[in-house]
């Protein structure tokens, strides 16, 4: 055999290193880190009814990016009972709806609320029906993880009900501040009641113990309120002409030695609304250590005080599906009622 016609060894390549993968739910293998979702077909139930597809799409594919979900729609890659679709389309009750393969982030391992947290929220809980549930929060815990903390009410909630397909807030109260929050459990009970709030047909009632001697004559706040941030990047508000408008009025409930218990009916929702014209009216919150002065601060944990005194005592609302009208009150916590009872003996007088 010629040396021309003599076959040649293949040269021997370096193997490549293996690329480091993980196992989506699918088995498909993606790069670590990634999920990759294969191809979905979902039933549009009547919850969703009437929903645009981008917005269907986003509730579905969490955690993946609004630009992909644009480009899939562009692309023609999502279709409903078919047919391709543009992103305002609406989807009804019954169709198949096509969602490609995605691929998105994975989301690193939170901790998990433990069972005994888990039972605290579900004793708190004050009304629940098909639609809606309401909890009485406790002060201390945020409605919602981030920020430095693992999980907050709704993820709690969550995992207490693994089976729950929907449980969405439906507003917000600050961590320190306790009383009712209220959690959709239908996309339909969620626009509804968002509805009813930007509609201001939904009343919120607190409870706060403000520093000093309310003034009798002052029975409303409107003032604007403006958010602005710390140079620490803390989120902060004040009283300024280039904020936006806010309305609170005030009623007081009983008199102190140096405190009053106030109700005070929020008929905008700024953030910080309360605190903010509280402490513009010259009575800060008890216990508030953003809007309270120091001194004052320092006197108010002298007798024992350890949280901020506000608490969203009552809501006045009607129930999504049946229209009847509701009226929920929540009981202050220990904490709130020690510094009352600690109060009680200094007792000046009530106004109503």
Same mark, same amino acid.
């Given at each position: 055999m010629s040396r021309k016609s003599a %076959?040649?060894?293949?040269?021997?390549s370096r193997p490549e290193r293996p690329v480091k993968t993980s196992k989506a739910s699918s088995g498909s293998a993606v790069v670590r880190g990634e999920v990759r979702q294969g191809v979905q077909w979902v039933t549009v139930d009547?919850?969703? =009814? #009437?929903q645009r597809v981008d917005n269907f799409l986003l509730a579905q594919l969490r955690g993946v990016p609004k630009s992909i979900i644009y480009r899939v729609i562009r692309k023609g890659e999502v279709r409903i009972n078919k047919g391709r679709v543009k992103p305002d389309t609406r989807v009804n009750?019954? =169709?198949q709806v096509r969602i490609p393969p995605v691929t998105r982030k994975e989301k690193p391992e939170q901790v998990a609320p433990g069972s005994r947290v888990q039972g605290v929220m579900e004793s708190a809980i004050v009304?629940?029906?098909?639609?809606m549930l309401v909890v009485n929060k406790p002060s201390g815990i945020a409605v919602h993880g981030g920020s430095g903390l693992s999980f907050g009410l709704i993820e709690v909630l969550r995992s207490a009900r693994p089976s729950a397909k929907f449980l969405?807030? +439906? *507003?917000?109260? =600050?961590? =320190? !501040? %306790? #009383?009712? +929050? &209220?959690v959709a459990k239908k996309r339909s009970a969620l626009r509804y009641l968002q509805d009813e709030l930007r509609q201001k047909r939904i009343r919120k009632h607190y409870h706060a113990l403000v520093a000093g001697d309310w003034s009798a004559g002052v029975d409303r706040v409107d003032v604007p309120l403006l958010r602005y941030e710390m140079p620490n990047g803390e989120r902060r508000v004040k009283v300024d002409d280039a904020g936006k408008a806010s309305l609170t009025t005030f009623r007081c409930l009983e008199r102190y030695a140096g405190y009053s218990l106030v109700e005070a009916s929020p008929i905008t929702g700024r953030t910080h609304q309360i605190r903010v014209h509280s402490a513009w009216a010259g009575h800060p919150i008890a216990g508030d250590d953003k809007y309270m002065d120091d001194v004052s601060l320092k006197a108010f944990r002298s007798i024992g005080g350890q949280? /901020? &005194?506000? *608490? @969203?005592? @009552?809501?006045?609302? !009607?129930?999504?599906?049946s229209g009847e009208a509701m009226?929920?009150? @929540?009981?202050?916590?220990? @904490?709130?009622?020690? +510094?009352?009872?600690? /109060? %009680? #003996?200094?007792?000046? #007088?009530s106004d109503q």
């Open positions: %076959s040649k060894k293949p040269a021997r009547e919850d969703n =009814d #009437g009750a019954g =169709d009304f629940e029906n098909d639609q969405e807030l +439906v *507003h917000r109260l =600050d961590r =320190d !501040t %306790s #009383g009712l +929050v &209220m949280r /901020l &005194m506000l *608490h @969203a005592w @009552a809501l006045e609302f !009607t129930l999504p599906v009226r929920l009150e @929540a009981p202050y916590d220990d @904490a709130f009622n020690d +510094v009352l009872r600690k /109060l %009680s #003996g200094r007792l000046k #007088g």
